[in-house]
């Protein structure tokens, strides 16, 4: 932790070649705490158009469900955070070929997630337009499910820059990076999960 | 081939790719920052003549010269592009140009970010101006877009203006963020050697702030745009009243930014008065340190004061007063500003060039433009007042008055670093009578017609309003024509003005101490910082240099 606070914060960054990686994973987390003030956006507007309006769910129609296959679809998303940890100190221990295998299982699982919730897409009994649950629900896994697919492209560019012979090093922190985004937006999961599932709709 | 006429070779070649790396995707902060002035000025000139045609609409009582919905449209993309095409990105382009030398880096963090957030101003702006063309026209619903307007669609077509204004404000959000990531990285992890926190010129600190608040607040206008895009285009009914959504909802979101922005707006302006009233009253900015918290304490009050646009929205009692009083706190750091610029000026020996006009002038039409802000914050005022011309003039007075000639300040005060030559001083000052004339002439008469009562948002109006409208129109005439001694100035200056010196006002900042126009990584070798900054009255900084008889004559000592 202080190590990524030294990294974060750390001396000014001059143009030396730890400085400007440095750089990176800096203007990265800001990014972040940025990013998140959208779906902090989204987070308020679910709840307050939840508290408020009477139209949430039209008649005969449900809402989303907790199921078994969300509850496990939830399990592998928040356990690839795990896994891409691992993966993260199995680059700083310059163990490539675990790093890789590691990397590569944190994007089967994120895919699978994908999978899942276009499944469960599928399968619901109401659509985008169907009165605000079906507005809060497809824009809002949407928008996450978004920044899944983005997660797994990154994972895939930096695990085709592991094999670029003397680029470990800037992998190195981009593979930081990645791996930061990618508790973001498992940490957005959980909130969203909270808010669509376990808050349950009174009928 | 001689060794010196090999150079001379590479040098011709530098100087004719010199105007073509405008052009091109160059990842140099200085080149982007001219680009982004440029890019926006030219934005600036076309927002105003749309304005032009609306104050030519508005000189006679009834509509006459454009029908309700273009007249709807053209003040929609006049509000827009004024503010997120020409205010906003003109100070971030004058950010990105001053910034790394100020701190005395070589560049901004990320090079290649900053030339895509530049790149994404034009394809936005083109965007959004295309949107007149589209058979349905261009938005309608005001720079603010409220629904339910905001989300009907009577053309029928798929895609229409609305549509447009939603996705370019949503391309220039992203240009945004990625600026606002590209100077906190900067700010906080580039500084020379030395440039501690107040050691930094209040420039850096007000963009530093204003930056800040771009973070934080500008995701939740994006928010609300994918939204009230997904409403427009795809059923949705997050914002749609007649199926269960919050029209109000949409408005505290947009507020959410749309207030803070205001001082992203105006801090950076309050950071070129900062520089320039120092400089031309050879005076240390008077209460260094008070001025550079102060922009902190502005933004983090400006968060919590959104609220102040929606007192006649349905608000309830307890929401209005409590947002009536953290209304009046901006007030207090605002005031320490004004009152640290009034000290400075005092009892000092005034020179009275170009941008030291502009930036008094912008402080004296600012104190207007803070007043009637102070009124309309208080509720019963407001609600008396609100959506008249009187909030119209307000903001004008804000807006065009302080931060749009802050701008003219900056542009003179660096001209001379920017392109290695001097401005015209005679151009200069009758730009700025035509510009201060004009603005007071354009703006102060919607104040006492506000106050009667004249609605904002309309093209015809009762003829009792006649005379002050027909002012304000002349005013904005005038204020059109003296734009053009403005470029006149720039453009001869630039190809025919004579040679600057590397410091020409004797000024303190690092980035006078670097060649005019600086080297392509700003410093020969990088400086460390060891004075205070505004450190005038040192010998280095003094204008009575008595070998220099071009400065003598400048500063008239
Ligand atoms: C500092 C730079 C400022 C800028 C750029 C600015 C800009 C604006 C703008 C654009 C509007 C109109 C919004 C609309 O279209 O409806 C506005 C309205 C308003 N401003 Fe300012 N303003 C500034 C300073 C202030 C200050 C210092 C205060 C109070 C302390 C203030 C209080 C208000 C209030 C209460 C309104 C709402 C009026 C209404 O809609 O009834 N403003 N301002
Ligand atoms: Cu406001």
Redesign the pocket.
Known sequence: MTNFIDNVLGTPARDTREGKKGNLLFGVTVFLLSESMVFVSFFLTYIILRLSTKQWLPSGVLGPQLSITIIINTIVLLSSSLVIYLAERAIKKYKLVRFRLLWLTTSVMGTYFLVGTFKEWQGLDFGLSTGLVGATFYLFTGFHALHIIVGIFLQMLMLVRSFVRGNYNRGHYGVISVSLFWHFVDGIWIILFSLLYLWQAKH | MTHSSATNLKESQIKQQAWKRYFTFNTDHKVIGIQYLVTTFIFFLIAGILSMILRGELITPPSDLVDRSLYNGLFTLH?TVM?FLWIIPSLVGLANYLIPLMIGAKDMAFPKLNAIAFWLIPIGGILLLSSFLLPSGSAQA???SYPPVSIQNPTGYPINGQTIWLLSIIVLGISSIMGGVNFLTTILRMRAPGMHFFRMPIFVWTVLSAQLLQLFCLPALTGAAIMLLFDLSFGTNFFNPTSGGDPVLYQHLFWFY??PA??V??LPAFGVFSEVIPAFTRNPLFGYKSVAVASFGISLVSIF?WV??M??SGTPSWMRILFMFS??L??IP?GVKVFAWTATVWRSKLHLDTPMLFALGGVVM?II??I???M??AVAF?LH???TYF??G??HY??YN??TMALFAAIYFWFPKMTGRMYHEGWGKIHFWLTFIGANLTFFPMLPVGLQGMVRRISSYDPQYAGWNILASLGAFLLGMATLPFMANLVVSCLIGIQAPNNPWYATGLEWATTSPPPTENFETIPTVTLAPYSYGLPQYSTVDTTDEEAIKRHGN
């Open positions: 509000g503010i005001g720079w603010w749309s207030h205001v001082y707006m105006v004061v102040h646009h007192f006649a209304t009046m901006v007030a605002t600012f433009g803070g009637t802000g102070v309309l914050g407001d007042v609100n959506n909030v119209v307000h903001f804000v807006v302080t931060i």
